[in-house]
Every structure is written in C-alpha cells, then in structure tokens.
C-alpha cells in the first residue's frame, strides 16, 4: 500500500506535536489516521516507539484484521480500539494521549462512568457546539488489557460521545474527521480536563 509523503510527514508532526505537550511520553499513546474506509486501511506508528523521535519512514499501513501491510514493526494492541472507533464514527483519524489530567480523573470518575463538563468557552472546539452555555459528558470506561473488553465496553456510547472518551487509569481518545479535526479534538478536550483538575484542586485548599 502506498501513501503519501504528505500523509506520512503530517501524522509524525502531529504525534511530535503531542509529545511536546507532555501528553505521550515515551512509548506511550498511539495515533491512526485512515487511508481509505473501503477496505479500512490505517496508517500508524508501530508499537514501541518513542513518540519523541518517530519518523515518517518508521510508520506502517495497517488493515481491518490488525495485519501489517506495509512497513516494519507491529502494530499495537489497541489497534483493535482505533478500528472500532473508526468503524462506528467514520472518523478520519483517532488520537490516543496519556496526559496527567487525562490519566488522575479517568481513574476519579471510573466509578461515575462519565466526566461533564460545562459553561466553559473552549467547548465550542468541539464539533456541532457553537456555546459556551452547554455540557458534555465523556464516557469513562475501566481499563483492560483485552481490547475486545475496551471495544465491547465503549461502542454504545461512541454515537453520543463528544469525539472522545477516557480509559481509567490510562488517557484519553480522541477522533474526527480529519487529522486536523482529530488533533482540534484531543487539544480542546485536554485542556478542560486540565480546567477539570485545576478547579478540583483549588477546591479542596480552599
């Protein structure tokens, strides 16, 4: 399967991007964009590479059954999640972070099954929000290491979601579109939960 230097060049600025943020620290995090739905083909950077220094050679095309069609490495496990994801939202690109917000309250509200957040003005970042004066609710599901469970776990709330949802204990996903939507996404919803865990800390010092 052949892609382009664009395609290639444009997946490794964002997960650079991302990594700078702190949001994938070494290995951690994965990132997908789609080639093409019909068959699904992803492009991805392989398991076990330091998100820091990946380059757009080292990435590979996989299809719908996880199978390695171009490049070298395997691809992770959570490539499963990434296909169900794509499969149930048609997003152009799914985005996985491991940030400190995302990780401290996906483990806070595991219970809850969901985190809301409201009233603030980024969530018009989000697709079809146009005011601050809302809510969205991100569904939280418990870790597993068997991405079928994930899956299973999530797809019923995929349709509802607002382009993501957490993992406890683990981080963030995040899809759109496009790359480009994808990448708005993770930012915006990073962010408030950032707001989410500096609001809850000041409250209790206060």
């Given at each position: 399967m052949r892609t382009s230097r664009t395609q290639r060049d444009q997946l490794v600025q964002a997960i650079k991007a991302?990594?700078?943020?702190?949001?994938?620290?070494?290995t951690g995090g994965n990132f997908s964009v789609v080639l093409q739905h019909q068959?699904?083909?992803?492009?991805?950077?392989?398991?076990?590479?330091?998100?820091?220094?990946?380059?757009?050679?080292?990435?590979?095309?996989?299809?719908?059954?996880?199978k390695v069609l171009s490049g070298e490495g395997n691809a992770s496990a959570e490539t499963a999640l990434h296909l169900r994801i794509v499969d149930a939202t048609k997003a152009g690109a799914v985005l996985h972070t491991h940030s400190v917000p995302g990780t401290v309250l996906s483990r806070q509200y595991e219970n809850d099954g969901v985190i809301t957040l409201e009233g603030w003005e980024m969530l018009k970042g989000l697709h079809g929000i146009n005011t601050h004066a809302t809510s969205v609710n991100i569904p939280?599901?418990?870790?597993?290491?068997?991405?079928?469970?994930?899956?299973?776990?999530?797809?019923?709330?995929?349709a509802s979601a607002p382009c993501g949802f957490l993992v406890a204990g683990h981080g963030l996903y995040a899809w759109g579109e496009s790359l480009e939507a994808s990448k708005r996404h993770i930012e915006i919803l990073e962010f408030l939960l950032n707001v989410k865990l500096t609001q809850m800390m000041i409250r209790n010092q206060s």
């Amino acid at each position: 399967m052949r892609t382009s230097r664009t395609q290639r060049d444009q997946l490794v600025q964002a997960i650079k991007a991302l990594h700078i943020r702190g949001w994938c620290d070494g290995t951690g995090g994965n990132f997908s964009v789609v080639l093409q739905h019909q068959p699904l083909l992803l492009l991805m950077a392989p398991s076990g590479v330091d998100k820091g220094q990946v380059s757009a050679e080292q990435l590979i095309v996989v299809d719908q059954t996880r199978k390695v069609l171009s490049g070298e490495g395997n691809a992770s496990a959570e490539t499963a999640l990434h296909l169900r994801i794509v499969d149930a939202t048609k997003a152009g690109a799914v985005l996985h972070t491991h940030s400190v917000p995302g990780t401290v309250l996906s483990r806070q509200y595991e219970n809850d099954g969901v985190i809301t957040l409201e009233g603030w003005e980024m969530l018009k970042g989000l697709h079809g929000i146009n005011t601050h004066a809302t809510s969205v609710n991100i569904p939280v599901i418990s870790n597993s290491q068997s991405m079928q469970d994930l899956s299973n776990a999530i797809t019923p709330s995929l349709a509802s979601a607002p382009c993501g949802f957490l993992v406890a204990g683990h981080g963030l996903y995040a899809w759109g579109e496009s790359l480009e939507a994808s990448k708005r996404h993770i930012e915006i919803l990073e962010f408030l939960l950032n707001v989410k865990l500096t609001q809850m800390m000041i409250r209790n010092q206060s």
